[in-house]
């Protein structure tokens, strides 16, 4: 009977469906490009573009090259040193477009092991630029570039000598593994390479999915245009700049929004309002000239500063301060200027402590807009000491050639702060937004 007694909503159900529809595909409209940034970072440049789409990376392989010297006329170090460079940079040029994560070389004479010489998959992408632009591969062009692979430490290379260890059979294999690919059959028929292929052996190898993350911490800005600094460098550059904009846009935003909101009279307050919420409406574009200018008058081209002024006090924040506080109770400050506070006590005492949300959501707001930004710290920071790591990539990728997969690593760096703020401040922000005037 009870049962019978109830009101049923109609179309109650449908509403249900609908919200919950609209929820799910929000949800995977989001995580969906975040999975594909999170596994595109760790693949190889081709199989990102491979279809049809490769949800999970594949596991990159080891190569292990053993190189006869029986019937080679090389004796000294500084020839099997060159060996070994042409063994492993040529033949890897050739194997770029594949998930190859380490590539290990040995060299044995008379059954000894002369020489081992290996390299790490990051290695290889931060030299290639300058070690193996091009499909060119002669003695040459290795002689050339052997000083850069030694000051870079891209290859280690460790002479054993007559002293080596016995390696066995010095019989060359009369055919290649099945795995094989054609770049290594290159090595094989190579006539550049002294040492002839014994064996060839590829193994996964597991640590080798992350080498994108490590390509960003050694690649280096242009040698050309003085310091060369690493990405380490650019990312600190990013965090000082996000971090003193976001502290001067909650000083400054928040003392003139409370100025708004409980300082001035209500008239004047208003017309002051529509002024900086008119500053919105002016195209970033339409002020880079003078505000570039402005920067130069005041010797702040080029500088940390120069990136940071301009974004110290933007409309929309005093807007969404004034509407917060004007929500707040005025009994409080009216207790405040009873008891002799000034207003400054004031608003430090009273107003802070009770702002938090307000407070959470310029600060997020400011470095989602500020951590991304590229064109104005491209514009006014004329020297890499004072780049952003969003003008870093930029260079990264234009004069190296930085493959999709590199800037795909970057992205998730550039993710991770922004994820982590939100998702510890979401209780907050969704506070903050209610209570600003901005509802609906």
């Keep these: 009977m009870a049962g019978r007694g109830r009101i049923k909503e109609k179309g109650g159900l449908s ?50 090259v053993t190189l006869n010297y029986d019937d080679a006329d090389i004796s000294k170090p500084e020839e099997y040193e060159l060996d070994a460079m042409e063994a492993i940079w040529f033949t890897w040029k050739r194997m770029q477009n594949e998930a190859v994560g380490a590539m290990k070389v040995t060299g044995v004479k008379d059954g000894v092991i002369v020489y081992t010489a290996s390299m790490p998959a ?38 054993k000598g007559d002293g080596g260890e016995y390696n066995g059979s010095t019989e060359i294999a009369a055919e290649l593994p099945m795995h094989a690919t ?35 911490w050694k690649k280096s800005g242009d040698e050309s245009k003085g310091a ?16 003193s904009t976001i502290i001067l846009q909650l000083l400054i935003g928040g003392t003139a ?16 309002t529509l002024f900086f919420v008119a500053t919105i409406m002016i195209p970033e574009i339409a002020i880079l000239v003078p505000l570039y200018l402005t920067m130069d008058k005041l010797h702040l081209v080029n500088s940390l ?11 929309i924040v005093i807007f969404l301060f004034k509407g917060f506080f ?10 405040g200027r009873i008891d002799g506070a000034s207003e400054f006590k004031i608003f430090w005492r009273i107003i802070v402590p009770m702002s938090a949300p307000i407070f959470t959501v310029v600060a997020v707001m400011t470095f989602i807009a500020v951590w991304n930004e590229f064109l104005w710290p491209l514009v006014v920071a004329r020297t890499q000491d ?13 004069r190296q050639s930085m493959g999709s997969n590199v800037i795909m690593s970057s992205l998730v760096i550039a993710t991770i702060p922004l994820m982590i703020i939100i998702t510890s401040c979401q209780k907050l922000i969704e506070k903050g937004v209610s209570f600003t005037g901005l509802k609906g």
């Design 15 to 64: 509403v249900k469906i609908v919200s919950y529809s609209v929820a799910i595909f929000f949800i995977l409209s989001s995580i969906v490009p975040l999975v594909w940034m999170i596994s595109s970072s760790m693949k190889d440049n081709i199989s990102i573009y491979s279809f049809p789409p490769k949800w999970v990376p594949e596991v990159p392989k080891t190569v292990s």
């Design 122 to 159: 990051y290695n290889f992408t931060v030299g290639r630029p300058q070690i193996v632009p091009t499909m060119v591969a002669t003695h040459a062009v290795m002689k050339n570039k052997l000083a850069k692979i030694r000051a870079g430490k891209y290859t280690t290379f460790d002479f």
């Design 182 to 216: 054609n770049a290594l059959k290159w090595l094989t028929e190579s006539k550049v390479v002294k040492g002839k292929v014994l064996t060839i052996s590829e193994v996964k190898d597991w640590k080798r999915l992350f080498d994108n993350y490590i390509v960003l």
């Design 228 to 243: 060369n600094f690493g990405f380490p460098h650019f990312l600190l550059n990013s965090v000082i700049v996000t971090g």
């Design 257 to 272: 929004g409370y100025a708004l909101a409980h300082l001035v009279r209500s008239k004047v307050g208003t017309w002051l």
């Design 305 to 315: 500063w120069g990136i940071i002024l301009p974004h110290t006090a933007w409309g």
């Design 326 to 335: 004007e929500q707040l109770p005025g009994e409080l400050l009216q207790a």
């Design 386 to 398: 004072v780049w952003t790591f969003t003008v870093a990539l930029n260079d990264f990728q234009q």
